[in-house]
């Protein structure tokens, strides 16, 4: 039985190494995972401290690789991603039909912190489960940076308005 093509909602033409990038990475069935709003302030639990601490090391992971601004949220996360454009030694086989992502790749980055956050919470006991896939928007100049950054500093305190938000 042949399963259904998966759709994506990156660029078709656009590799995604190098460059900024805003993503949005949700909980499965906006579970309250990470911890709560209270008044404008998140409060994070356990699992919530957890991704703080990755975002924060993300270039020790990924050296080429950084997360200047995020926010955790209870049910999602929004960050901006840097990343430095590296080059990779051109693949030896062109005949395969299915290629891994590319080092230095978005995908390969939230692919990797998205593993580790799961790794974690089952260790803990925590039950817990990403949503498929990101929201992400390539970051094309410093107004845009400049918008992003003040919607994620200001995220918890419009909780209530969120699109994400659930009670």
Request: net charge negative.
């Amino acid at each position: 039985m042949a399963l259904p093509a998966r759709s994506t909602l990156r660029l078709p033409d656009f590799d995604y190494r190098g460059g900024d990038y805003f993503v949005t990475l949700c909980v499965n069935d906006r579970h309250h995972a990470f911890g709560e709003v209270i008044g404008s302030e998140m409060e994070c639990n356990k699992l919530g401290e957890f991704v703080t601490r990755n975002l924060i090391e993300l270039s020790t992971h990924y050296p080429y690789a950084q997360c200047p601004v995020f926010c955790v949220m209870p049910n999602h996360v929004h960050a901006i991603i840097c990343i430095e454009d590296i080059q990779e030694e051109a693949s030896v086989s062109s005949s395969l039909q299915f290629c891994p992502p590319k080092k230095g790749t978005l995908s390969v980055i939230i692919r990797g912190f998205k593993a580790a956050i799961t790794r974690f919470a089952h260790q803990q006991g925590i039950v817990f489960q990403w949503q498929r896939d990101m929201f992400e928007h390539i970051i094309r100049n410093s107004l845009s940076m400049n918008k992003i950054i003040d919607y994620i500093e200001h995220n918890p305190a419009h909780w209530a308005e969120d699109r994400f938000y659930h009670r």
